[in-house]
């Protein structure tokens, strides 16, 4: 009986995670498309969210570690830093917005691309249905790379072509979460 509460349990937090990815996907989509119609505004403004969001991870993660009683000094260094850049976002968030910003996304795309490649390769080898998976995470790939070639671009280039770059990820994850999702009701 436990075991079946366990696997209930554990179905519909893999559920809300993936809600929150599709609510994240949308939110990008609207950051995007703001980006496109004010750019240089609109870089400021994500590089005050970023900073906020930054502190706050780092702060709700200290404060998580502590009231579970987790002293090891590593479990606070990457909140500590993370509230630090957080600060420095917010700080220094009009000179250096067209160059941090594209930096930070780039790398995550990057990251979720390689991430998503991997992933599609499981599938692959599991049997699954992997193909969709395996072009988006190339897309993806392909988005972190030209969003760091932006850093170069500068100013309203720079808040224009993020904002195209991130309009595009949101839909390819929106595209994916619907393949995902579709592939989890035909499996089970």
Do not use: C
């Not at 170069?152 to 990820?169: D, Q, S």
């Amino acid at each position: 009986m436990t075991e079946m509460v366990q696997k209930e349990h554990g179905k519909a937090k893999a559920a809300s995670g993936s809600a929150m990815m599709l609510v994240l996907s949308i939110v990008l989509l609207i950051v995007g498309i703001a980006l496109i119609a004010n750019p240089v505004a609109g870089l400021e403004v994500v590089m005050m969210i970023l900073g906020i969001i930054l502190i706050a991870y780092g702060v709700i993660t200290i404060l998580t570690n502590a009231m579970k009683g987790i002293r090891d000094a590593r479990t606070f260094v990457i909140p500590a830093i993370l509230i630090i850049v957080g600060i420095l976002l917010i700080a220094f968030r009009g000179p250096v917005a067209g160059i941090v910003l594209p930096l930070i996304l780039g790398i995550a795309a990057i990251v979720y691309g390689l991430v998503n490649l991997v992933k599609s390769n499981r599938v692959k080898h599991d049997g699954g249905y992997w193909q969709a998976s395996f072009i988006l995470a190339l897309i993806t790939l392909g988005l972190g790379i030209v969003m760091l070639a932006v850093m170069f671009a500068g100013g309203n280039a720079a808040g224009v072509i993020v904002g195209v770059i991130l309009a595009v990820f949101a839909v390819v994850s929106i595209i994916q979460w619907f393949i995902e999702r579709s592939a989890a009701k035909n499996a089970g």
